[in-house]
Nanobody, 124 residues
């Protein structure tokens, strides 16, 4: 069993930056593809970014491309989401997810383990 714990959320002004971290407990995630999803107020959960187990391939939603960067440090068993140029519409609960396959996927149904989420609020 893998439990994921997100951290780094908070309140930031538009144009600012935040760095989210995801750390698992119970097992290493070095062999897993990882993803970040978010649930904006009043909307369904949506894909944000994904990364392969090796970190060599990444994928981003069009809405965050060029502003967000997903990365991982397998030695520290941690996945990051660097968020720059934040906008009020980025306000959401951000979730870290792990899939038992090594590749990337935009579908939440391809991810088996989920964190509880961390709130990101961007003020205008």
């Amino acid at each position: 069993q893998v439990q994921l714990v997100e951290s780094g959320g908070g309140l930031v002004q538009a144009g600012g930056s935040l760095r989210l971290s995801c750390v698992p407990s119970g097992r290493t995630i070095s062999g897993y593809g990882m993803g970040w999803f978010r649930r904006c107020p009043g909307k369904e959960r949506e894909f944000v970014a994904a990364i392969t187990y090796s970190g060599t391939i990444t994928d981003y939603a069009d809405s965050v491309k060029g502003r967000f960067t997903i990365s991982r440090d397998n030695a520290k068993n941690t996945v990051f989401l660097q968020m720059n140029s934040l906008r009020p519409e980025d306000t959401a609960v951000y979730y870290c997810a792990a899939r038992t396959r090594t590749g990337v996927s935009r579908s939440e149904y391809m991810y088996y383990y989920w964190g509880q989420g961390t709130q990101v609020t961007v003020s205008s």
